[in-house]
């Protein structure tokens, strides 16, 4: 299990990466082995401002929708729209190619509240 430590992860199994002012959100490696093969990717919030927690998009795999939550607040600016093409990808390539969102998190936005690589690993391995 991929588990980097240079990105923070979420209970609901996303992960976010800071990289300047802009951050990029994808699902976990976990989370993409427990879902399986994922066939389609929905962003309907590109443009808008959410609030920690929110849910921003979804992942559909073949039996089943599953919602997709921010892990901090912020402007939604953009979409991998290579996902439109190949979901495929949030399942080879979970924390590059196959990020979801680029946000620009609300100032103050608590990174701290997020579960670091070893946190992570304790919550989903019980």
Not at 90 to 114: C, Q
């Amino acid at each position: 299990m991929n588990c980097p430590e240079n990105v923070k992860y979420t209970s609901e199994h996303e992960w976010i990466r800071l990289e300047g002012e802009v951050a990029y959100i994808g699902i976990t490696d976990y989370a993409q082995e427990q879902l399986g093969d994922i066939v389609f990717v929905d962003i309907p919030t590109v443009g808008e401002t959410l609030a920690t927690g929110e849910v921003f998009g979804t992942i559909e795999v073949v039996k089943t929708i599953s919602d997709l939550f921010l892990p901090v607040g912020g402007e939604i600016l953009k979409e991998n729209e290579a996902l439109a093409d190949q979901p495929e990808l949030v399942n080879k390539d979970p924390y590059g190619e196959g990020w979801l969102i680029k946000i620009k998190p609300e100032p103050g936005a608590n990174f701290a509240s997020l579960l670091d690589a070893n946190a992570y690993k304790a919550l989903i391995n019980g």
